[in-house]
């Protein structure tokens, strides 16, 4: 098997603060959520994982340096790129996390019904009722089953 034929079945991961023009033909998905400078479960390993085998690239903020100096504003400037460019956005909120950009970045895509956005919500979320009710408002359901979350971001993935 070649290169291309490679590329074409397995997952790609663009970890912030890298940059890539080509997309190879690939659905794009933004992995926003819990990371509470890196002390959040990583959660996105566990997404990767699952669509390992799928035609996706999926861009990752989750940086390896959280614990050095890096610019902030580039880390933002990044997010805000990818997230832009995503056909899909998923929000994955852990139990313990405080994740005040993600709901930013929730709030800027919740009424925007040109972008495609799937979101899961631990049950226990100190925040929970308030993306429960602000996602039915605006069309969205919220998952709080971790298995049927990333089904559905299967199906996604699949067409």
């Not at 590329?7 to 603060?17: G, N, Q, T």
């Not at 602000?134 to 298995?147: L, M």
Request: glycine share 4%; net charge negative.
């Amino acid at each position: 098997m070649g290169f291309k034929e490679f590329i074409d079945k397995e997952a790609v991961v663009l970890k912030a603060p890298n940059h890539i023009d080509d997309y190879m033909n690939k659905f794009t998905i933004f992995l926003a959520g819990s990371i509470d400078d890196g002390t959040a479960e990583n959660w996105q390993e566990i997404v990767v994982d699952s669509l390992k085998d799928k035609n996706v690239l999926l861009f990752n903020p989750r940086r390896d340096d959280w614990g050095s100096k890096y610019n902030l504003k580039q880390q933002i400037e990044w997010e805000l790129d990818y997230l832009e460019e995503a056909d899909l956005i998923i929000y994955y909120v852990t139990k313990d996390s405080k994740v005040p950009i993600t709901l930013l970045e929730l709030g800027l895509y919740m009424k925007d019904s040109s972008k495609k956005i799937l979101i899961y919500c631990h049950k226990d979320f100190y925040r929970f009722t308030n993306v429960e009710t602000t996602s039915e408002r605006y069309g969205h359901k919220v998952y709080t089953d971790h298995d049927l979350f990333i089904e559905e971001v299967k199906k996604y993935c699949e067409g």
